[in-house]
């Protein structure tokens, strides 16, 4: 069958393709191995899908760690933050923003936002369509379970290796072998991490959340404040996510501490509390001011203190104490699967692309966007904006050349 543009995948990216590609009227079909069209979009933010966030262009990229950022100035400039509120809004999704940070649709529901595309663009969707082999030969030719197609252009967004369930299966990758494309092994980016030494210590610590905690990669200058969750498994929340990519790759280097405050009050003020304040007060007490009940009974336990009064305590004692309470060292066993992670690092190279277009510079008319390209951002609305600027910025391309 002879088509002028195939897409693969029906994450964000896929999705936004598509309905650009609809919208010029240009002959396409989107490929998706499931029953279920946008299935990864539905469980985004928890079936509520954080679509995107308030943060301008350079804001936004800013808060990116990956080295090649600058990449994704041209797409979120075409395509952004503003964009994507004004888009959702135009097709009557208005959303609203929760917190400082994060939209959602004023129903909370991902569904909302899935069938925004799914209205438009369901007669040309081939669900339950798995491709076996993509091929060139003066046209692309895309073997399937089905069919056979024959396109001009095609759009590969596939998705990294998150959530397979979703039909996610780091497909993309091996497309751009096939042709040459260099690529990085997909790994965990956003996600927990497991620590033997939390689940011995389960009994007190499990489901403590430090709001504004410190987190540190020991051996390292990395560090950052955010919300710390304890789990039955180990270490979670903002926090964990934003360093667990680093944590992945330091874990290979024998960096396997992380340094975490176990109480938001300002140190200083609490070291001269412990110095200087009422010295009759028992440690107990005095440590519950600053954090959790449990968490205090497990300083004192793991410091082999006795509930005693301060004045009792030695100086040495002391000491650990803050230390304890604002550079606790806890060991990092593992990071999460990759295919549990939330969000993953790898994918095609960006520097195989052009920034414009996300099309390949070794393969003209092929396209990778998405979370297929090694290009993500923390939790908050970036991985979906990423996706949908490099899904608009490869259709709009396509619709000009074709």
Known sequence: MKIDVVIIGGGPAGLMAAYQLDEANINYVLLDKNSLLGKKL????????????????????????????KFLYSSLSAFGTSEVVTFFEANGVPLYQDGELKYFPKSNKAIDIRDVFAKKI?????????????????????????????ADKVIIATGSKSFPKTGSTGYGNIVADKFGIETKTFYPAETSVYCSFVQKNKEYLQGISIQGARVSIKGTKISLKGDLLFTHFGLSGPAIFHLSETMYHELKNGNNIVEVSLSNEKETVVRNELEEGNSQIHILKFL???????????????????????????????????????????????????????????????????PKSFESKKVPGLYFVGEAVDIHGPIGGFNVTIAFASGYAASKHIIEVL
């Not at 369901?122 to 024959?150: G, P, R, S, W």
């Not at 939330?342 to 994918?347: D, K, R």
Request: proline share 1%; charged share 25%; net charge positive.
């Open 122 to 150: 369901i007669d040309c969707v081939d669900l339950n369509t798995t491709v076996e082999k993509i091929t060139f030969d003066k046209q692309f030719v895309i073997k399937t379970n089905k069919k056979t197609y024959y």
């Open 42 to 69: 539905l469980i985004t933010g928890q079936g509520r899908c954080n679509v995107t966030n308030h943060l301008n262009t350079n804001q936004f990229i800013a808060q990116l760690s990956i080295p090649h950022k």
């Open 288 to 354: 519950e001011q600053y954090t959790y009940k449990r968490v205090s009974r497990f300083l004192l336990n793991y410091l082999n203190l006795e509930n005693q009064k301060i004045a009792t305590i030695s100086q040495k004692k002391k000491n650990q104490i803050i230390d304890s309470l604002y550079r606790f060292n806890i060991k990092v066993d593992s990071v999460e699967d990759v295919t549990r992670a939330y969000v993953n690092g790898g994918g095609v190279l960006a520097r195989e692309l052009h």
